[in-house]
T-cell receptor, first 111, second 112 residues
Framework: DAGITQSPRYKITETGRQVTLMCHQTWSHSYMFWYRQDLGHGLRLIYYSAAADITDKGEVPDGYVVSRSKTENFPLTLESATRSQTSVYFC??????????FGSGTRLTVV | AQTVTQSQPEMSVQEAETVTLSCTYDTSENNYYLFWYKQPPSRQMILVIRQEAYKQQNATENRFSVNFQKAAKSFSLKISDSQLGDTAMYFCAFSDTDKYIFGTGTRLKVLA
């Protein structure tokens, strides 16, 4: 089915470990985004990408790394997880400003 | 920088009644988009309604409608004939380029 797929849906990891959240879209959308959702903060932009091999920082990029070697994939890596990175992570894609398609989210717990 | 403010952290409404969720935003741009997203307990983000700033007519989608006041930078969501399935978190969002800015959300509970 066409759409945007995030994996895993749930993840528990230990402080200091590296973890990668996966995002795959089949729409061939140019833009892809990573947001984190925290109570009282809504959704905040971590990183985004306008096309393959083009990425840029959002509002809260520290501690995260992204890559986009192919248009359809946009993985998010936490290089050394911290408890403050416990959150729900959403991937989204779009053609432009007029509408996002969201993935179903990854709940990450860092213990 | 653009900002989006949702001043009502929680609201409740009786089934079949009408409720209005508030959203204000700040921008110096003239052309932009505004959105309301619903997030039920399943966590999925569902687009409820979209408004293009250059259109003066308020957007409607079935029981959902907006009151878009461009000069006041206000974008409220009205839900008519509330249903139990409307219980969710609602986010207001703004976009003038390719990135969204979200409000902090309003948790709506529909009471039987």
């Amino acid at each position: 089915d066409a759409g945007i797929t995030q994996s895993p849906r749930y993840k528990i990891t230990e402080t200091g470990r590296q973890v990668t959240l996966m995002c795959h879209q089949t729409w061939s959308h140019s833009y892809m985004f990573w947001y984190r959702q925290d109570l009282g903060h809504g959704l905040r932009l971590i990183y985004y990408s306008a096309a393959a091999d083009i990425t840029d920082k959002g509002e809260v990029p520290d501690g995260y790394v992204v890559s986009r070697s192919k248009t359809e994939n946009f993985p998010l890596t936490l290089e050394s997880a911290t408890r403050s990175q416990t959150s729900v992570y959403f991937c989204a894609s779009s053609w432009g400003a007029d509408g996002y398609t969201f993935g179903s989210g990854t709940r990450l717990t860092v213990v | 920088a653009q900002t989006v403010t949702q001043s009502q952290p929680e609201m409740s409404v009786q089934e079949a009644e009408t409720v209005t969720l508030s959203c204000t935003y700040d921008t110096s741009e003239n052309n932009y988009y505004l959105f309301w997203y619903k997030q039920p307990p399943s966590r999925q983000m569902i687009l409820v309604i979209r408004q293009e700033a250059y259109k003066q007519q308020n957007a409607t989608e079935n029981r959902f409608s907006v009151n878009f006041q461009k000069a006041a930078k206000s974008f409220s969501l009205k839900i008519s004939d509330s249903q139990l399935g409307d219980t969710a978190m609602y986010f207001c969002a703004f976009s003038d380029t390719d990135k969204y800015i979200f409000g902090t959300g309003t948790r709506l509970k529909v009471l039987a």
